[in-house]
């Protein structure tokens, strides 16, 4: 049974930073990625990385500020966060995928989903 848990959410001011992490259980994947909901807004993507190649792709929204990383033996992936602004707050997924013909920004590209993190930055 494959199961995603986040952790690392939480209160904020802004310019802080916070890191998220995301423990993967059941099975490998090729790709993981962090998402991002805002209440009233639709999933939005932050970043991916390839599990084995390491490569990483970021949201422009984020570019700069956020690093997706991933530790293969603990099997965990994470999200540093910097230099937060308020714009950042929303509950964050941790979202894994076994390969699909969807780009990895899309949220379709993605088979399984973590139960959301709640990340609040105050201005």
């Known amino acids: 049974q494959v199961q995603l848990v986040e952790s690392g959410g939480g209160l904020v001011q802004a310019g802080g930073s916070l890191r998220l992490s995301c423990v993967a259980s059941?099975?490998?994947?090729?790709?993981m990625g962090w998402f991002r909901q805002a209440p009233g807004k639709e999933r939005e993507f932050v970043a991916r990385?390839?599990?084995?190649?390491?490569?990483?792709y970021y949201a422009d929204s984020v570019k700069g500020r956020f690093t997706i990383d991933r530790d293969n033996d603990k099997n965990t992936l994470y999200l540093q966060m910097n230099s937060l602004k308020p714009e950042d707050t929303a509950v964050y997924y941790c979202?894994?995928?076994?390969?699909?013909?969807?780009?990895?920004?899309?949220?379709?590209?993605?088979?399984?989903w973590g139960q959301g993190t709640q990340v609040t930055v105050s201005s």
């Open positions: 059941g099975r490998t994947f090729i790709v």
């Open positions: 979202a894994a995928s076994s390969g699909s013909s969807y780009h990895d920004s899309d949220a379709r590209a993605y088979n399984y």
């Open positions: 990385v390839g599990w084995n190649s390491g490569f990483t």
